[in-house]
């Protein structure tokens, strides 16, 4: 096989989203995804191996997941709703202790699930209603 046949050969690394850095007990989507893709730009790395990103069952592995469509939304940012105006920062600002080695994926579900809930009240309040019915009806497939 000649030089000019032979795939590129490429490298990356295997890190999954809930290991970045957070400070909700689990990382996410959020500003530490984005750093974490320009350090590997910057790198030169050509891949990121992520695992699946569905929601879990009680023992959060990425694995075991029960939709092929949806996301976990443990990887939702509470930051970028507050960012969108879903979340006032107050409400982020007092956190659990979540430990520093390991998630704890009940204590990270209870918290999140909290802010989302609030963060739905609001998007409740100010998107067109026929636009978020649209919405469930074109994907309620999954």
């Known amino acids: 096989m000649s030089d000019n046949t032979r795939a590129k050969r490429e490298y990356g690394i295997l890190l999954h989203i809930s290991s ?14 984005y750093r974490f893709v320009d ?21 959060g592995s990425p694995y075991q997941g029960y939709s092929a ?8 940012s509470p930051d970028k709703l507050v960012a969108d105006g879903l979340l006032d ?4 600002a ?6 520093n080695d ?3 994926f009940g204590q990270a579900k209870n918290f999140k699930d909290n802010l989302f809930r609030r963060a739905f009240k609001r ?20």
């Open 20 to 33: 970045l850095p957070s400070r909700y007990g689990i990382g996410d989507l959020g500003d530490e995804a």
């Open 39 to 59: 350090l590997l730009i910057a790198s030169g790395q050509d891949l990121w191996q992520i695992l699946p990103l569905g929601p879990t069952g009680s023992d």
């Open 69 to 76: 469509f949806a996301g976990n939304p443990l990887f939702i």
């Open 89 to 92: 920062v107050n409400e982020t």
């Open 94 to 99: 007092s956190l659990p202790d979540f430990p």
């Open 102 to 104: 390991r998630i704890d």
């Open 123 to 142: 998007f409740q309040e100010t998107v067109s209603q026929v636009d978020y019915q649209l919405f469930l009806a074109e994907n309620s497939y999954w």
